[in-house]
């Protein structure tokens, strides 16, 4: 069972529940959630964000999104606070991994002391914060990471970890509260060395032992890059075989990756990506028959939700639904601006959190509407998903705000894949298996 959480909006309410469910819920469900009584909340549903995704393309799309006042569907700043957000303890690194979204290394100058961070977590905890993850750099170098990690969890939110695994053992895993949730990443059995260094797939597993040893909610985590795609076939087996959570992130033009322009798929890549597709369609039919029985696991479904809140009030999620602090106290709209410093809406040393989101986060959501990418209007994924519609991506490719933030390479593979999923008999909906990689 998830953690339960709960928090009130002008409009409704949020609420995760004990299955992994989380949704807008009129307000006369706030008395059942604190009763307990989850079961009949499904009654006062605000709009059932799942029936919604699901009717996108069956054209009753506008009509099921009716129950959500106008006004709130209409105006930027859409929640009082993000629901999720990216807590950047250091961005001091032991790796060097050629596609790293925040470029680590060394720390920056000036990081948040341990005191400092834990007023940040207690004002983003009063602002409605509902969820944390705790990234670097590698996170676990931070001196006092166990008791950044602990605090959190001790105030009643949900923890994770964004890991690369080198520091996990078992004085830090014995000292951790055990329903604090970890992230590794794992590129695949042959070619995680190569992309990251650090472990080779003996340590990895190793790692992951530690983690089961000390009865861990984890996730493996990796980003799919040309030089993986034939490795991950064999991983997803692995993977199944094993009971390990394997969790997909598309490369994003970003970061490190930007200098490394080996890792992009070339057309030489589409059997290869029709092959890793099929292995994942696979292996999720093997993960739904999981059965996990540990109780308060920290939920982590909130970027599934987010996700269909992307497409419910067509906006992308940054300094929307989500939020970053870097380690020197500097908030960004997501991980992605962060790491090439775009967009920042204020220092937490200098002003609230509150404010911040209020006044910070203009400029990047107008950016953010749909309605300004008029790129995807023509495009064949506009009726799917995507999540490459960001003013970074975009600005990286073409030099300004609103184009494509996808390689013309990978919008075609990735429209394949999905093309494949929907006539394969008994593979996942689009939005199911997005609710799978909840990362």
């Not at 409704?12 to 006369?28: S, Y």
């Not at 799309?61 to 006042?69: A, E, G, K, L, V």
């Not at 000292?175 to 990251?196: A, E, K, L, P, T």
Request: charged content about 25%; some cysteine; overall charge negative.
């Amino acid at each position: 069972m998830f953690r339960p959480a709960m928090r009130e909006e002008s409009f409704g309410i949020v609420a995760a529940l004990p299955d992994g469910t989380i949704d807008l819920f009129k307000k006369d469900a706030e008395d059942l959630f604190k009763e307990g009584c989850f079961d009949e909340m499904e009654k006062y549903s605000l709009c059932n964000s799942k029936a919604i995704i699901q009717k996108k393309n069956e054209g009753d799309f506008d009509s099921m999104r009716s129950n959500i006042p106008l006004g709130v569907l209409s105006r930027s700043s859409i929640f009082k606070s993000p629901l999720v957000v990216q807590l950047e303890l250091t961005t001091d690194c032991n790796l060097k991994c050629k596609y790293c979204f925040s470029k680590s290394g060394k720390p920056r100058k000036n990081e948040l002391t341990t005191e400092e961070l834990k007023r940040v977590i207690r004002q983003l905890k009063d602002a409605g914060v509902l969820s944390f993850f705790l990234t670097g750099g590698e996170p676990t170098l931070r001196p006092d990471f166990i008791e950044i990690a602990n605090f959190i969890f001790d105030l009643g939110l949900d923890c994770f970890v964004l890991t690369n695994g080198t520091q996990l053992n078992e004085r830090l895993l014995s000292q951790v509260s055990n329903r604090v949730y970890f992230v590794m990443s794992f590129d695949g059995i042959s070619s995680h060395f190569n992309s990251h260094g650090g472990l080779d797939f003996e340590s990895v597993q190793e790692k992951f032992a530690l983690l089961k040893k000390f009865d861990f909610p984890f996730s493996a985590q990796y980003v799919l890059h040309k030089g993986n795609i034939t490795d991950l076939e064999s991983t997803y087996l692995w993977c199944g075989e094993n009971e390990v959570d394997f969790a997909a992130i598309d490369l994003y033009p970003t970061g490190r990756a930007m200098a490394n322009p080996d890792l992009f798929f070339t057309e030489n890549d589409y059997e290869s990506m029709l092959r890793l597709a099929m292995a994942k369609f696979r292996y999720e039919q093997i993960q739904s028959s999981w059965v996990d029985d540990r109780l308060d696991v920290p939920n982590p479904f909130y970027f599934s939700f987010i996700a269909r809140l992307e497409e419910i009030f067509k906006r992308s999620f940054s300094g929307t639904f989500f939020a970053s602090v870097a380690s020197d106290g500097i908030v960004f709209p997501d991980n992605f601006h962060a790491g090439e410093r775009m967009f920042p809406a204020g220092n937490i040393r200098q002003q609230d959190f509150y404010e911040i989101w209020e006044s910070g986060f203009a400029e990047v959501r107008r950016l953010c509407d749909w309605k300004n990418f008029s790129c995807c209007k023509s495009c064949p994924l506009d009726k799917y998903y995507c999540d490459f519609r960001l003013p970074v991506f975009s600005y990286n490719l073409h030099g300004n705000y609103n184009s494509c933030g996808m390689p013309e390479v990978h919008r075609k593979l990735m429209l394949a894949r999905i093309q494949l999923r929907e006539k394969t008999e008994n593979a996942l909906s689009q939005d199911e298996a997005r609710g799978r990689d909840n990362w």
